[in-house]
T-cell receptor
Framework: GQNIDQPTEMTATEGAIVQINCTYQ??????LFWYQQHAGEAPTFLSY????GLEEKGRFSSFLSRSKGYSYLLLKELQMKDSASYLC?????????????FGQGTELSVKP | NAGVMQNPRHLVRRRGQEARLRCSPM?????VYWYRQLPEEGLKFMVY????????ESGMPKERFSAEFPKEGPSILRIQQVVRGDSAAYFC???????????????FGPGTRLTVT
């Protein structure tokens, strides 16, 4: 079966660093994605990992370990506007493109 | 470059009516995906289409739901004889195939919020 787990909610303080973990068990793997979704809005793409290691993009970094079925999203210098749901998604193995299997999302609240 | 467009943004239907949701992918994108997000739940894959072809419909309910992506015009998700349980946000996403093997990120539209009364 396909299973993606991430914490339901997290709270952090403005200016701090927060790490959101994601573990997955899927029948195929062709990349892991992180999306940000504000309430009532569309998910927006944050990062993509297909090889092991860390990908850095400004205040956001994402890490992948394929052997452990594990990823995390690291947010630095938190801002109030970072309060949102963060979605971990795995792309199922396919020849071209391919559906994304999403976790439930982690609701992050940034406090002043 | 316009993003993924969906309309209507909000749709209210009575039980038993039909709902038609439209999605225009980003320019140059040939892959369209439909996802459903029920209240307090994660995004669930429904169907993956390319022009005139359904590639993967493993997430589509067996009855009442259909999807198409014609040669010309937007992709359509059609729900016949809607029931209260169909109330959800329906998101469309599009992507492009890259020969280089670079990421195939999917870009999401703003969604259609369907309410069945």
């Amino acid at each position: 079966g396909q299973n993606i787990d991430q914490p339901t909610e997290m709270t952090a303080t403005e200016g701090a660093i927060v790490q959101i973990n994601c573990t997955y068990q899927t029948s195929g793997f062709n990349g892991l994605f992180w999306y940000q979704q504000h309430a009532g809005e569309a998910p927006t793409f944050l990062s993509y990992n297909v090889l092991d290691g860390l990908e850095e993009k400004g205040r956001f970094s994402s890490f992948l370990s394929r052997s452990k079925g594990y990823s995390y999203l690291l947010l630095k210098e938190l801002q109030m506007k970072d309060s949102a749901s963060y979605l971990c998604a795995v792309r199922a193995l396919y020849n071209q493109g391919g559906k994304l299997i999403f976790g439930q999302g982690t609701e992050l609240s940034v406090k002043p | 470059n316009a993003g993924v467009m969906q309309n209507p943004r909000h749709l209210v239907r009575r039980r038993g009516q039909e709902a038609r949701l439209r999605c225009s992918p980003m320019k140059g994108h040939s892959h369209v995906y439909w996802y459903r997000q029920l209240p307090e739940e994660g995004l669930k894959f429904m169907v993956y289409l390319q022009k005139e072809n359904i590639i993967d419909e493993s997430g589509m309910p067996k009855e009442r739901f259909s999807a198409e992506f014609p040669k010309e015009g937007p992709s359509i998700l059609r729900i016949q004889q809607v029931v209260r349980g169909d109330s959800a946000a329906y998101f469309c996403a599009s992507s492009i195939t890259r020969a280089s093997g670079a990421s195939y990120e999917q870009y999401f539209g703003p969604g259609t919020r369907l309410t069945v009364t």
